[in-house]
């Protein structure tokens, strides 16, 4: 019996670029170069090594985002998975994380699915909620923020490790899971492999294959709304000083001024 | 006037700080409630009292342990529903994110994550958020249902203002999604003995500079000088010189102490994420060029192994 693994993968801005917002508030795209969030290689990765454990799987990548979030989707290919889904529609723009959920819910019920695979957090919005939505929406368990993961006999193990404790969790499939970057080196995609992506499908969905209605998502159909950003004040420059024997000791000296000590 | 309700973090009975930093900041907004749920729940309420909660609302159950994150979403719906708050706040830790999610779809509602401020607006709460590795700050609301909000740790002081913390028993009744996540085992993470990560006032880290798991003995000798807690890089926790739990930065723990103190860190995007909105910061790094340098308020360009034992000395004499 095959299993069907939709792995959630989104397209970020690059975290080493200027990153900013535009005038709507949303995040502005045209300025900065975007890629495949780090943190979803991951997810990506668990889902090529729960398929190589799999009698038979098939990896499906799926992205919500602009024209360009496609190159994320190719990157995951390049990586191994079989198949993508692209999610693109004007009336995106500016949709808040409930929408967001509400978007990737349905596209993965579209795709057909037994397991969900995300990564720990977006590197642009952070929130690290997407996945526990999902499993909310889908009805089905979530085993989230995993740092070991295996699949065996229609049971999805883990492990995870909290503020105060480290857990080992079980659910039946379907569920959702996220992993965390501790889960395992992300490989990187072979010649081979980027040559086979070219040639993959990718699926492009609207709102209408997704029956969502224009006004449950984009910025009007937002459940939050960004009031102002604001760019954080330059640090003013501080001190520096080179160590000449005395370094720590003029440090000392800094953090009593301060009342650290 | 309206009711908050505030979801309260505690081991057994101890509430963590961030939860009392969350009732100083609920009292911006309406009377706090707070939630307490598990083995020990009863036992919070007199410190919540003494910090401001009007009311407790208690539960205990094996599901709250045994399953995952599910149990407590159904308890705090059952709060909302007892209660009719004009807002719910909840720690912005990992599964206090989920739980405020999920809440959220449940009662048709917005969510904002990870605020570092909190004021009562015309429209209903205005949360501060910090964004893209804490370069911008941005003012957000939620906009549809009752307002879901998770703050971070250490965003408002802890006050004391006694009120009369009356505690009730709230019923819960389980979905069929509570027990779809066992729970196998549990271990708890050892005590160091020092404080907190998120919650120090000081945080002393290392990163690869420091070179050897060993050498973090220097790290933790000038964190026990000033009471403060020990942090990573990513750099050095994958060289396996120090534990997941210490790493400072985007996929680690967001600090943001009154003092943060970097030793042979270079300040990597991702790491200044978890640290950027420390208030004071010093770094100690060989290299001039390094781009932690950028943040400093203090800085010493040196070899760690000489300037932070040094730095250790003095702060122990001075001390003494
Ligand atoms: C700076 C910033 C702050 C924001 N704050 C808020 C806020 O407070 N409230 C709010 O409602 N919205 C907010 N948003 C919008 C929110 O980030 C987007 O809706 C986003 O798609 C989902 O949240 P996340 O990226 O934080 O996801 P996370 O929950 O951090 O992502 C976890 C995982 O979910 C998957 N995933 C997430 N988004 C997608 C996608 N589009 N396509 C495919 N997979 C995906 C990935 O596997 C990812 O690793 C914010 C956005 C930004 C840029
Ligand atoms: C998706 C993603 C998530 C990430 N998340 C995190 C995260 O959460 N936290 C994090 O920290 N990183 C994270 N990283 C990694 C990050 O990009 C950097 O690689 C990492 O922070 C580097 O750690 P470092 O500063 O210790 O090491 P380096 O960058 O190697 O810096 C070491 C510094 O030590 C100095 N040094 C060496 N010897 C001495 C000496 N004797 N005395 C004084 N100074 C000395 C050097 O001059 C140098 O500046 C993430 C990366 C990615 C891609």
Known sequence: MSLRIVVCVKYVPDATGDRHFADDLTLDREDVDGLLSELDEYAVEQALQIADGADDAEITVLTVGPEDARDALRKALSMGADRAVHVEDDDLHGTDVIGTSLVLARAIEKAGYDLVISGMASTDGTMGVVPALLAERLGVPQVTLLSEVSVEGGVVRGRRDGDSASEQLEASLPAVVSVTDQSGEARYPSFKGIMAAKKKPVESWDLEDLEIEADEVGLAGAWSAVDSAAQRPARSAGTIVKDEGEGGRQLAEFLAGQKFI | ?320
């Open chain 2, 1 to 320: 006037m309206a009711e908050v309700l505030v979801y309260v973090d505690h081991v057994d009975g101890a509430v963590r700080k961030p939860t009392l930093e969350l009732l100083t900041l609920a009292r911006r907004v309406g009377e706090p409630v707070a939630l307490a749920l598990g083995a020990g729940a009863a036992e919070t309420a007199s410190v919540l009292a003494e910090h401001g909660a009007v009311k407790v609302l208690t539960a205990d159950a094996p599901e709250f342990a045994d399953y995952l994150v599910v149990p407590k979403v159904d308890a705090l719906q059952a709060a909302v529903e007892a209660v009719s708050p004009v807002a719910v706040l909840v720690p912005s830790s990992a599964e206090g994110k989920e739980i405020a999610a999920r809440l959220a779809v449940r009662i048709g509602s917005g969510i904002v994550t990870d605020a570092v401020d909190l004021e009562a607006g015309e429209q209903g709460p205005v949360a501060t958020q910090s964004a893209f590795a804490a370069s911008f700050t941005t003012k957000s609301r939620v906009t549809r249902g009752v307002p879901v909000i998770t703050v971070k740790p250490n965003s408002a002081p802890v006050e004391a203002a006694p009120a009369a913390g009356v505690v009730e028993t709230l019923p819960v009744g389980f979905s069929a999604q509570a027990t779809g996540t066992k729970v196998l085992s549990r271990t708890p993470r050892e005590s160091t003995g020092r404080p907190e990560l998120t919650e120090a006032a000081i945080v002393v880290s290392g990163g690869r500079g420091v070179n050897g798991a060993e050498n973090f003995a220097i790290i933790e000798a000038l964190a026990d000088s000033l009471g403060a807690a020990v942090g990573a890089s990513r750099a050095a926790v994958d060289a396996g010189w120090y534990p997941h739990s210490n790493q400072v930065g985007q996929t680690g723990k967001s600090v943001s102490p009154q003092l943060y103190i970097a030793s042979g860190i270079s300040g990597a995007i991702q790491h200044r994420a978890g640290m950027q909105t420390s208030k004071t910061i010093v770094a100690i790094n060989k290299d001039a060029e390094a781009p932690i340098f950028d943040l400093v308020d203090y800085g010493v360009v040196g070899d760690l192994f000489q300037v932070v034992p040094q730095l250790t000395d003095e702060v122990n004499t001075r001390k003494a």
